[in-house]
């Protein structure tokens, strides 16, 4: 197993390593650091999670500490790193800065909605910019920059694709000299993806965790299908069932996530919506409290969770699915970190079954069906924990005295039973009994021919998930075996 000393870092890089806890490097950092360590290009498949800001950031500080004088890069520009939103800037910047701080190279944060001259100062500052690709380029062209950064770091590739960031990003080379180092770090490698490498990245190495394993094995994945007027219930019901300590829950669009927090929140959570239409304060507001466990559920766009990163999530919630593969697996990412088990749940309808068909065969059918728990279970469950709190309450003084005064009025076993009648709402259960497809529904859904436009039969039958005692099964991803390959060039 290899170590983080067999990597024979400067001993205020390992000295911040020992600091920032980690014991042992995870696959990306294991695979990439002696590649970046060599000076070779680098493209990184691995999303958030995994380590990849320690698996290039080490390196890169690593290398800039071997140029000897340090005070060179006090005031010249050697690493960039492009990451798409400035949430992830802000928590790429942060993890550079813990290992650089007893090296004591500067990290600049550079991106939009704050003022320039604070980021022109930073710039001038600091050898290391953190940055979004937009304000960025504002700053490049405004002329007052010359870089010539040793290192270019492009965070979350794939993601600065979508958000529309191609062509900032190449304007962005065009600024900087032939000679520097590039990494390139992406969830995925779509052909857009493979051609931005082609054209800037000179002969990478390439390091991939493969997508069963990007699909961590401590991540429980499981679906229910209800019918569409069931899903707020069958979200209820999973609260009540699951008790997840610290949930996010995907949604499709702004007004869905504006109304099922408000819908969590007149069920007694302690919910929040993130979207994009929110005011940039109120948005690192929600973040904050989420980060620091003052909120219980946070209900969120794709769009604005993007970059999002935060531990102890215990469960992640599909309210509705994603639209492919890649989103589903960047949602659930943000569950099962650092070692820790994870939950993520997908609640479909009969008619969006057969996305989830979609998703869950491309990541080898991972994503086990579920019933979702009768109202009988959960109201034993809730009777259960009452018990257990009425055991562990302290009897208050003024107790006896109002008992004095309602034993003249009436039996002692009659006060108990309107007591517990106050209290009754603690073990009410939302919704009818049972909510969404019972077990020989779902088997019934399952086994069901699937028909492509052509009306052939597809592949993927039912019988894949089904062991044969009838319950049901599905493959267990491995997390521990990565893949390396070399590039052509
Ligand atoms: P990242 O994928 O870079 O966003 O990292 C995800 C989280 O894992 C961050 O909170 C890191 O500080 C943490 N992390 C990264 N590498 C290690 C490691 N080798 N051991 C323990 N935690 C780590």
Redesign the pocket.
Known sequence: MTK?TDFAFCPELQKAIDE???????P??TQSIPLVLEGRDLVGQ??????????FGLPMLELLSRQGNLNQYKNNVAAVVLVPTRELAI??SE?LS?FSQFLGLKTATVYGGQPYSAQIRAMHNSPIVVATPGRFIDHLSSGKFDLKPRFVVLDEADEMLNMGFLEDIRKIFSYFPDERQNLLFSATLPPSIKKLIGDILHQPEYVTLSRKNITAEHIEQSFYVVDEHERDDALIRLYDALLPTKSIIFCRTKKEVDRLAYFLTSQGHEARGLHGDMEQKNREAVILSFRQDKLEVLVATDVAARGL?V?DVSHVFNYHLPFDTESYVHRIGRTG??GKSGMAISIVTPHEYRGLQRINEKLGGSLLPKTVPHSHEIRNKKISSFIEALYIQEIDERAYEILEVLKEEMELSTVAFKLISMLKDQVEVRGKAQIGKSEKELERLMSRPRYDRHGQNGKGGPNRYKQKGGQYRGKNSSYGSHSKHRSRG
């Open positions: 983080f920032a806890g980690f014991r042992e490097p995870s990306i950092q691995a999303q958030t999670g995994t380590g990849k800001t320690a698996a928590q790429v993890e813990r990163d531990n970190r650092a």
